[in-house]
């Protein structure tokens, strides 16, 4: 199942629903997939559908085309702010990909093509990022005289390290998809788009079948782990824990390893 949604005048945001996996594509090609502030405000509306849907159980985040996935926020937006204007800007921004970052399910960025700005600033509020061979990377806001401004100098140290984020925030250089292979920035890096497009099909597929509370549970100690010492983790882990064996998904996990047969999860 798809549904369209307008995003202001020729552009288009939609999400694609199969089986347990939502993909949200951003359809704006003659902008490169830029996101302007209509744009943020629509998928975080989507959002709100995605999840209340306890059958959704995976969101990919895609750009339409093979060009770019997004190729950063829209400068025509920009040259024309106030500085009340710019304000909103950075809010909406910073409230849409933390909402992401905070999802329950776990999300992929499927990058296919160009990933600057504001669309690695997107890219690495998802849980994971996979990308094709033409992706390239990069928070080249200072060659324009901005900054990057929706998390993404604190995202970008947190993945790949300080002096790393430093030096592409400064320089404002891309990195090729091997380069963010090799510093953590990417997971797994496919040959063609065609290719990056089935393979994440298939990680998604992977990831949907997994136990839902597990998998919130997952993402929720890796929020949740900064700033802790030892004894506030043990804490922690052993209160999930507590939780999690008397779960019914979890006692199914459990026995079917034991019997040595699939295990059919129900979010419970």
């Known amino acids: 199942m798809t549904e369209r949604f307008a995003a202001g005048s020729g552009e288009e945001i939609r999400i694609e629903t199969d089986g347990a996996v939502a993909t949200l594509v951003v359809d704006r090609p003659a902008q490169r997939n830029a996101l302007s502030i209509p744009v943020c405000e629509q998928i975080d509306d989507l959002l709100s559908g995605i999840e209340a849907d306890r059958q959704i159980r995976v969101l990919v985040v895609t750009g339409s085309g093979p060009k770019s996935f997004i190729a950063g926020a829209d400068i025509t937006e920009l040259v024309a702010y106030t500085p009340a204007q710019g304000y909103r800007h950075i809010e909406v921004g910073h409230r849409l990909f933390t909402r992401i970052e905070n999802l329950a399910i776990p999300t992929i960025a499927c990058v296919n093509g160009y990933c600057l700005g504001g669309g690695l600033e997107i890219a690495m509020a998802c849980d994971i990022r996979v990308a094709s061979t033409n992706a390239k990377f990069g928070l080249p806001e200072i060659n ?125």
């Open 144 to 268: 324009i005289a901005m900054v990057p401004g929706w998390g993404g100098t604190e995202r970008l140290q947190r993945l790949i390290g300080q002096s790393r984020a430093a030096a592409m925030m400064i320089t404002g250089e891309m990195i090729t998809v091997e380069e963010a292979v090799t510093c953590g920035l990417v997971y797994r890096r496919f040959a063609d788009v065609a290719a990056l497009r089935n393979g994440t099909d298939e990680l998604a597929a992977k990831l949907a079948g997994f136990a839902p509370i597990s998998m919130r549970t997952t993402k929720q100690m890796l929020l949740t782990s900064n700033g802790l010492g030892p004894d506030q983790i043990l804490q922690r882990d052993a209160a999930l824990l507590a939780y999690l064996v008397t779960t019914a998904d979890a006692k199914e996990g459990l026995t079917a390893f034991l019997e040595k047969r699939p295990a059919f999860y129900k979010g419970e």
